[in-house]
């Protein structure tokens, strides 16, 4: 039996990469992402189901599992992928509307993605199914300048371990995969230079994206009898281990 696979934030990098591994390896893909023309495109050049979705929008998302339950009408994996950072900020700078579309994206938008997805798959026959969520190198390690991103991150690490307590009575996994440098057009910026905890500006290796996806198919095809709770995957020589 294909299995299913739906992928947030799936128009581009991490997210379109991982969606490119899945469908490689024969999986039924649903791409879920805000830009309806990106996400019709990617999907329809990769044969997968292409969602428009605002992941911070519970109707949306319901919208979106929808879909799922009319279409390949089971759920096996999930890479809660979508999110978004701001640009250097520190907490006085950081207004609140600009806090709450982080945290609505980030946060609100990582559950309500793993609420549905833990209810199709505790409802579903045969039951479990896992959830992988992108919890970044920013769920153990700030950035200067990132209040909002790593606060939302940091929160990911406690989800993660909630559905997998929750979920041991009916096989569903969850685990998360932090994520350092993947080359992306989030992390373009990173050649050019990007601010250090000294306060200098530098710029930082990154890697090949599909290394990431490689790391999250792995992931997504264990039996369900074993799980990776974390997995950190980054550029080897990124400032991360020590003091800078």
Same mark, same amino acid.
């Given at each position: 039996?294909?299995?299913?696979?739906?992928?947030?934030?799936?128009?581009?990098?991490?997210?379109?990469?991982?969606?490119?591994?899945?469908?490689? +390896?024969?999986?039924?893909?649903?791409?879920? +992402?805000?830009? *309806?023309?990106?996400?019709?495109?990617? @999907?329809?050049?990769?044969? @997968?189901?292409?969602?428009?979705?605002?992941?911070?929008?519970?109707?949306?998302?319901?919208?979106?599992?929808?879909?799922?339950?009319?279409?390949?009408?089971?759920?096996?994996?999930?890479?809660?992928?979508?999110?978004?950072?701001?640009?250097?900020?520190?907490?006085?700078?950081?207004?609140?509307?600009?806090?709450?579309?982080?945290? /609505?994206?980030?946060?609100?938008?990582?559950? #309500?993605?793993? /609420?549905?997805?833990?209810?199709?798959?505790? @409802?579903?026959?045969?039951?479990?199914?896992?959830?992988?969520?992108?919890?970044?190198?920013?769920?153990?390690?700030?950035?200067?300048? /990132?209040? *909002?991103?790593?606060?939302?991150?940091?929160?990911?690490?406690?989800?993660?371990?909630?559905?997998?307590?929750?979920?041991?009575?009916?096989?569903?996994?969850? /685990?998360?995969?932090?994520?350092?440098?993947?080359?992306?057009?989030?992390?373009?910026?990173?050649?050019?230079?990007?601010?250090?905890?000294?306060?200098? #500006?530098?710029?930082?290796?990154?890697?090949?994206?599909?290394?990431?996806?490689?790391?999250?198919?792995?992931? +997504?095809?264990?039996?369900?009898?074993?799980?990776?709770?974390?997995?950190?995957?980054?550029?080897?020589?990124?400032?991360?281990?020590?003091?800078?």
């Amino acid at each position: 039996m294909t299995q299913t696979i739906l992928v947030t934030g799936a128009s581009q990098g991490i997210g379109l990469a991982v969606s490119e591994a899945f469908a490689e +390896a024969g999986w039924t893909v649903v791409m879920a +992402a805000r830009t *309806a023309q990106k996400i019709t495109t990617e @999907a329809g050049r990769l044969g @997968a189901i292409g969602v428009p979705t605002d992941v911070g929008d519970p109707d949306a998302v319901g919208t979106l599992f929808d879909e799922i339950a009319k279409g390949p009408g089971r759920l096996d994996a999930v890479f809660n992928n979508a999110g978004m950072g701001t640009p250097p900020l520190d907490p006085g700078e950081l207004d609140f509307a600009l806090w709450r579309k982080v945290a /609505s994206v980030n946060l609100d938008g990582a559950f #309500l993605i793993a /609420s549905h997805a833990f209810r199709m798959m505790k @409802a579903q026959s045969p039951q479990g199914g896992r959830i992988i969520n992108n919890g970044s190198i920013s769920a153990t390690t700030p950035r200067p300048g /990132s209040t *909002a991103y790593t606060t939302t991150k940091h929160a990911i690490t406690g989800l993660t371990k909630c559905i997998a307590l929750d979920g041991r009575p009916y096989q569903i996994r969850a /685990s998360q995969i932090d994520i350092g440098n993947a080359e992306s057009p989030m992390t373009a910026r990173m050649k050019d230079g990007v601010p250090q905890a000294s306060g200098a #500006l530098a710029p930082e290796p990154v890697m090949d994206v599909r290394l990431v996806a490689n790391a999250v198919l792995q992931m +997504a095809s264990l039996p369900l009898e074993a799980t990776t709770l974390f997995q950190t995957i980054m550029a080897a020589d990124m400032p991360f281990v020590g003091r800078g």
